[in-house]
């Protein structure tokens, strides 16, 4: 069975940090590329940080670049994403997600909420 599960979302403070995970299972992450997106109330969900299938290439919304860091670890078959200085505008239920040219595949999303 294919699946993606997220964790490590939570309530945190204006100014700390967090780690998501996403485990993946039934399918092998190295020959797929991955990604975060969030959805905030009432906003549409959006690319939050990408990555290549080799790890080696990544991408970042501008709304992230230099608080955000996303990387994989393909013979975990997991895939990260440091969130830093953390705001409120940053909370979001944080998807994860894979794909190639065959197949796409979502999580079940972890709520992320900044509030003091």
């Known amino acids: 069975q294919v699946q993606l599960v997220e964790s490590g979302g939570g309530l945190v403070q204006p100014g700390g940090s967090l780690r998501l995970s996403c485990i993946a299972s039934g399918f092998t992450i190295s020959t797929y590329g991955m990604s975060w997106h969030r959805q905030g109330p009432g906003k549409e969900r959006e690319l939050v940080a990408a990555?290549?299938?080799?790890?080696?290439?990544?991408n970042y919304a501008d709304s992230v670049k230099g608080r955000f860091t996303i990387y994989k670890y393909n013979a975990q078959n997991m895939l990260y994403l440091q969130m830093n200085s953390l705001t409120p505008e940053y909370t979001a239920v944080y998807y994860c997600h894979a794909w190639n040219k065959r197949d796409v595949y979502w999580g079940q999303g972890t709520q992320v909420t900044v509030s003091s």
């Open positions: 990555v290549s299938s080799t790890g080696g290439v990544t």
